[in-house]
Structure formats: C-alpha cells, structure tokens
C-alpha cells in the first residue's frame, strides 16, 4: 500500500489480539470504512466468537499464518505489551502497517527494533495512546500552543480503575511474564506520554509505587513527580485501587488553567482565567468546552487509516511511544533506589527498573 492507494479501495485490516480493547478498534475500523477482514487470538475460541460479532469471516490463532495467508494493508496489535515487539517485527517484515498497543513495549531495545524494523520496511508505526487524539486534549493542546494560558507551570495527570469491579485483575496484565508492570505501566504510559505532549520534555521523575488492593507481584498504585525542562512540575497519579473509572488532566500556567475529568456527569474542558481583572479567590472567566466524542480511540483510528492511505502524520509515533516508557521505566527505577532519577540514567528494561522494588518488596 502505498500514499497514492485510490480511496474507493477499501483498505484491509486485521486485529491480533481479540481481548478487551478489540472491539474499539474493531468497531472504529469498520466506521471508518475499512474492511476488517481477519482476527487473530491465540485463543481461537475467543477469535472465533469477536470474529462472528464483528462480522469477519476468517480468524487465526496464529500470527505468521495470518501475515501468510491474508492480503493485508494494516494490523492492530492488541496483544499483552509483552508480545509488541515480536508481532511488530511479523507485521513490518510483511509489508503491513501496525497500529500497536500502548506501551510499545518494556525494552527500550526491543521497541527502539520496532521502531527500525517499520523504518525499514517503509510502513507505518503508530502507538495506541489515544488520549492525544481526544478532543479535550486536541483542544488542550491547541490553546497551550497558541498561548492562550501562558507558561505551562503545572501538570497534574490522573488515570485509574479498578478492573470494572472485577474479582481479580485482568489475567493477561497480572503478571511481569504478561503485562510487563502494573498500573504505572499500564496507566502510567498513557499519562507519560500526555505529560510530554502537553509541556515538553521530561528532566527528572521521583516515582513511588505500592500495592495495596489487589494479591499480585506488580503495583496497584503509583505516583511519579516530574521536573521538566521548562521547569515547570507536574505529577502522574495512576491506580487499580480506585473505585470506577477515572481519567483527569490538570494545566496550570502563567495566564489561565485547563482542566478536564470525567468525574463530572457531563465532562466538559474547563478553560480558567482572570481575564476581566476578577481577583475573587473564587470567581474566575470560565469557558467550557463541550465534546460529542468522549474518548480518544475514535479518532485514533480514523487518523491510522489516514496515515495509510495519505501518508498524514500519525498523532503518536513508535519515538513518542518509547519515550513514554523510558519515562515510565524511570519511574520504576526512581521508586526501586527511593531518590530522584535524572532522564538519561534511567534503566532500559522493566527487569532493571524494577530490582530495587522486587528487593524491597521480599525483605
Ligand atoms: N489504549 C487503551 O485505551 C487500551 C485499553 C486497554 C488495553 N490496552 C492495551 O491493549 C493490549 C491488550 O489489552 P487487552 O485489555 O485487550 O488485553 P486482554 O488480555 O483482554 O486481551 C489480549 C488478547 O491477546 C491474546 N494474545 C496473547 N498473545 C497473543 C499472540 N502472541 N498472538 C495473538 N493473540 C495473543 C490473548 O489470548 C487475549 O485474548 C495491552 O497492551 C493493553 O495495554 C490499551
């Protein structure tokens, strides 16, 4: 496939993976009138069951029989982070564009590959942080850019859950062999990579984590605070030990405030000033912005197919993914020798990060 594709040929995708995030890009593909032609679990059951509501008719339980046997222009990868790089590299080697799940991966090595190999191979890499592509954040983004509140001072980042009142977390994030880390990489990624998209690059983090709710080997809970390069802070704050869902960001700066959380029945950006001269402790000029979508994974999509078929940018990169690991990585490190970490010392691999934690934790 190339930029030049005529756009009345519908491109061809599949999905590797058919757990809980299929469906969204199942049913985002579709919409954005792609032909979802194959799904691929190494559970055939369960490919067979998204496949019949989907309404796709072949599946595999297997990768390279799927990259062999299909005609394909793009692939999700929806797999546990652990798997990224090896599907990544399947996928490129064929020719095919890969939209990948965050995280990219829990190697900066193995997703620095993926990076190279979809480079090489002239296809497309976009990482799965949808969060850039929700229109709170497009709109977010927009306004710092352009100034309207100033100097970013301050970031506050929060996302947590927990596993939807579920009995036991989600068998395939359990676990350091599956999941790689806990919520500070499963959440923590997304909000990592906001971090950097909303006020620039990243100088130095100070990470706690703990696990409090659930009888598992990684962390529940976390907290990271960062220094950027501007020398303005900010703080990510993630959990499985919350009760719902949440996801809320917070920008501070020098002439006004965003603010966006879905805690509220109708959520709305809330954009603060005193741009009238109010000096009411309470009292602020308030614009609220209204949103029809209210997630990001949308409009992730339908920019992937764009990238694919245009050759248009892609709203997150496999650089912006690595970056949001290596910033995560660093937390974990920070948190395993309990001091501040400058970026640039950080460990490249979730087995380093977290040594002083597993250590910590058995003594
Ligand atoms: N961006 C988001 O909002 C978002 C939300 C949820 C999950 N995710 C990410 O999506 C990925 C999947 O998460 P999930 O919640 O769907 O997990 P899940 O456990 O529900 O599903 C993963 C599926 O992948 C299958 N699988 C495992 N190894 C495979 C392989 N080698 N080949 C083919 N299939 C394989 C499993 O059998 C399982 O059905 C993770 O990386 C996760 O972090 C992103």
């Not at 927009?142 to 980042?157: A, F, H, N, S």
């Not at 209210?294 to 970056?323: K, M, S």
């Amino acid at each position: 496939m190339t930029p030049s594709t005529p756009t009345h040929v519908p491109l061809r995708a599949a999905i590797i993976g058919a757990g809980g995030i299929a469906t969204t890009h199942a049913t985002a593909y579709q919409a954005a009138g792609v032909d979802l032609v194959a799904v691929c679990d190494v559970d055939a059951a369960l490919a067979r069951k998204r496949a019949d509501a989907w309404g796709v008719e072949r599946v595999y339980d297997d990768v390279a029989a799927l990259l062999r046997e299909e005609t394909l222009d793009m692939v999700s990868v929806c797999t546990p982070a652990s798997t990224h790089h090896a599907i990544t590299l399947q996928a490129a080697s064929a020719g095919v564009h890969v939209l990948c799940e965050k995280p990219i991966a829990v190697d900066l090595n193995e997703a620095q590959a993926m990076i190279d190999a979809c480079d090489a191979a002239g296809v497309v890499l976009q990482v799965g942080h949808q969060l850039r592509s929700h229109p709170a954040i497009v709109q977010a983004k927009t306004m710092i850019d352009e100034g309207v509140i100033g100097e970013v001072t301050m970031v506050r980042l929060r996302q947590a859950h927990d596993w939807g009142g579920a009995s036991e977390v989600r068998p395939s994030f359990a676990t350091r062999a599956s999941g790689g880390g806990g919520t500070l990489l499963d959440n923590g990624c997304h909000l990592m990579d906001l971090a950097r998209y909303l006020a620039g690059d990243v100088e130095e983090v100070y990470g706690r984590v703990a696990t409090r709710k659930w009888p598992i080997e990684l962390e529940d809970s976390a907290i990271v605070s960062l220094r950027f390069r501007s020398g303005a802070l900010g703080s990510v704050e993630t959990s499985w030990s919350a009760t719902g869902w949440e996801e809320g960001f917070w920008v501070y700066g020098t002439k006004g405030s965003l603010e966006w959380t879905n805690r509220h029945a109708d959520p709305v950006l809330v954009h603060a000033s005193r741009a009238s001269g109010s000096t009411d402790w309470s009292e602020t000029d308030v614009t609220r912005y209204a949103f029809t979508e209210l997630r990001g994974h949308d409009a992730e999509i339908r920019a992937f197919v764009r990238a694919v078929r245009e050759g248009a940018p892609v709203p997150c990169t496999g650089e912006d993914g690595l970056e949001a690991v290596r910033l995560v990585l660093a937390g974990y490190d920070s948190a395993s020798r309990n001091a501040p970490l400058t970026l640039g010392d950080e460990a490249s691999n979730l087995a380093r990060a977290v040594e002083g934690i597993e250590a910590g934790n058995a003594s």
